[in-house]
């Protein structure tokens, strides 16, 4: 099995940063895995909030999770600040599937990378929908 090679910022489209806090550090020193995975719904979720798109409490169609990934190359350590890049990497009929990296303040290749997959559901009944034109509009921007 071949190992991905760290992508670089210029890779992704949307940047947003988060703080390291204490409680992340996990016993050998650094952030532990899953708060990787916390940035990476933050991320792209905090995303559709500003874009209008998702509509927490009342939205219809709505975006459910369906797959993660993340490969780790370097530690992140309380304090610290991080930057989270997100690129969209595939557009289907109901599917978006998000590039996200994560990197140190200022780092030049990301710590960490993976993808995060949504499905759009019918909010009642959680049926795969299209995607809407206005969400699929502002994804294309940062494809």
Not at 79 to 93: C, M, T
Request: with cysteine.
């Amino acid at each position: 099995m071949s190992r991905e090679a760290a992508a670089s910022r210029s890779e992704f489209k949307v940047w947003r940063t988060f703080t390291t806090r204490w409680a992340d550090n996990d016993i050998y020193g650094h952030v532990n895995n899953t708060i990787f995975y916390q940035w990476f719904d933050s991320a792209v979720n905090g995303w559709l909030v500003e874009q209008d798109l998702l509509d927490i409490a009342g939205g219809d169609p709505i975006a459910l999770v369906v797959e993660t990934r993340c490969a780790y190359f370097a530690p992140i350590e309380f304090p610290q600040d991080v930057e989270v890049g997100l690129a969209v990497s595939e557009l289907g009929r109901s599917s978006i599937r998000y590039r996200i990296g994560i990197f140190g303040s200022g780092g030049q290749t990301a710590a960490a990378q993976g993808e995060f997959v949504h499905v759009m559901v019918d909010r009642t009944t959680r049926r795969p929908v299209e995607i809407p034109g206005y969400w699929r509009t502002a994804l294309e921007a940062i494809s």
